[in-house]
């Protein structure tokens, strides 16, 4: 068991299939984080059910239960405070959080998102990739700003774009780079490796060649392309 593991609380809003991805990750003896606890704004999001499963403490808190955002945001500081989250991971959470709430969070609350920061913020990624005709896609894990998917970049994985890709398969194949970035990222962060400082990433390179697990970007190979896209449900914001 790490010592030093760090506190971290992930908010959802719905698969939570990278929320999984980290709790796995957790179970290792030298990963440098204990999953405290998960928090949803949405009742009928399928990763409580996942994090019950897991036996990790899973929170329902409900924007409509709120007068404002302001409000809302608070509770779910409230939340994390009594999980003691050190820090937090956005995974699939669809909600805009609100600047103060940010600003408190800033350097210690981390997100993933579909595609290669900066292009594609926002929603439909895949699609709008494919629109694009981009041969290489993937995912990022950024520190959360104020700016919507465009805090400073952390770590990300490529892959390919194929010709015969549909929405589907492109999603399938960036979800499961992923689950094999997330963990990696959030490793970094909490070991100090990478950190947020004056607005940019300072990425901590020492032991990276022994660790060869954190680098900062993954190509998955082609051959071991093996994603069965009709096993991932698709996701619905
Ligand atoms: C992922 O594609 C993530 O990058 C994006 O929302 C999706 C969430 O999927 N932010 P899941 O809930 O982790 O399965």
Redesign the pocket.
Same mark, same amino acid.
């Given at each position: 068991m790490n010592a030093k593991r760090k506190r971290v609380a992930i908010l959802?809003?719905?698969?939570?299939?990278?929320?999984?991805?980290l709790i796995a990750a957790s179970r290792e003896a030298d990963y440098p984080a204990t999953i405290v606890g998960v928090i949803s704004d949405r009742p009928d999001? %399928? #990763?409580l059910r996942a994090a019950e499963a897991a036996g990790i403490a899973a929170v329902v808190v409900e924007r409509r239960s709120f007068a404002d955002r302001q409000a809302h945001d608070a509770a779910i500081d409230a939340t994390l405070a009594g999980f003691g989250a050190e820090i937090v991971a956005? %995974? #699939?959470?669809?909600r805009l959080l609100g600047a103060d709430f940010v600003q408190r969070w800033q350097g210690r609350m981390i997100?993933?998102?579909?595609s290669l920061l900066p292009g594609f913020k926002g929603l439909d990624?895949h699609r709008r990739a494919l629109d694009a005709g981009v041969r290489i896609h993937g995912?990022s894990v950024h520190f959360v700003t104020a700016d919507m998917d465009g805090g400073p970049l952390i770590a990300q994985a490529a892959v390919p774009v194929l010709a015969d890709d549909t929405e589907d398969s492109l999603?399938a194949r960036?979800?499961k780079a992923?689950?094999k970035l997330?963990p990696q990222a959030l490793a970094m962060v909490c070991e100090g490796r990478a950190a947020m400082e004056q607005g940019r990433t300072l990425i901590d390179a020492r032991g990276m060649v022994e660790r060869n697990a954190a680098q900062v970007l993954f190509a998955p190979d082609l051959a071991e392309e093996s994603v069965n896209i009709e096993d991932?449900?698709r996701?619905t914001?």
């Open positions: 959802i809003s719905g698969r939570g299939s990278n929320m999984s991805a999001a %399928a #990763g956005l %995974a #699939g959470y669809m997100n993933i998102h579909p990624t995912c999603a960036v979800l992923e689950h997330y991932l449900a996701f914001p």
